[in-house]
């Protein structure tokens, strides 16, 4: 019988030592990974904690821009009006002027508030069922 020898030939070791740098460097590379996750993990509370410190103080802000855009609404309106009377020293046409800015400006408001509550309707999802449930309709 001839016995074999447990000695690795050199293209075994070779072999097996790129496959250790190999799972070396994935080693490495998981690490750092694992870190950059980390990392990103801790940033992302730390932005959330601040986005919730910050979330009352945008509240007070929406609060306070209704009644001011209110206002600007309504004094541009009156700059309007006003000199539609200082033009034609009507206050009639200055009142009617007033009153066409504020009608319009409650026409606009109304088209928007239908194309909104049409959109909650969820038409594409309806229809998107719709078209579902009459397919496997015609294949029944």
């Known amino acids: 019988m001839i016995e074999q020898s447990d000695t690795a030939s050199p293209q075994d070791n070779a072999d097996k030592a790129r496959q250790l740098d190999e799972l070396q460097l994935w080693a490495r590379w998981?690490?750092?990974?694992?870190?950059?996750g980390s990392d990103i993990f801790k940033l992302l509370q730390l932005e959330l904690?601040?986005?919730?410190?910050?979330?009352?103080?945008?509240l007070v802000l929406a609060?306070?821009?209704?009644?001011?855009?209110?206002?600007?609404w309504i004094?541009?309106?009156?700059?309007?009006?006003?000199?539609?009377?200082?033009?034609?020293?009507?206050v009639t046409q200055g009142l009617l002027t007033f009153f066409i800015i504020q009608f319009l400006g409650l026409v606009g408001i109304s088209i928007?508030?239908?194309?909104?509550?049409?959109?909650?309707?969820?038409?594409?999802?309806?229809?998107?069922?719709?078209?579902?449930?009459g397919d496997r309709n015609s294949d029944a």
């Not at 998981?30 to 950059?36: D, F, I, P, R, V």
């Not at 904690?49 to 945008?58: G, M, Q, T, V």
């Open 30 to 36: 998981l690490e750092q990974a694992s870190a950059s």
């Open 49 to 58: 904690r601040l986005a919730l410190s910050d979330s009352p103080r945008l």
């Open 112 to 133: 928007g508030w239908k194309h909104y509550k049409k959109s909650l309707t969820l038409p594409l999802t309806r229809q998107h069922i719709s078209r579902l449930v």
């Open 75 to 90: 004094s541009f309106s009156a700059l309007l009006a006003w000199l539609i009377y200082l033009l034609n020293a009507s």
């Open 63 to 72: 609060l306070l821009f209704i009644p001011v855009l209110m206002l600007t």
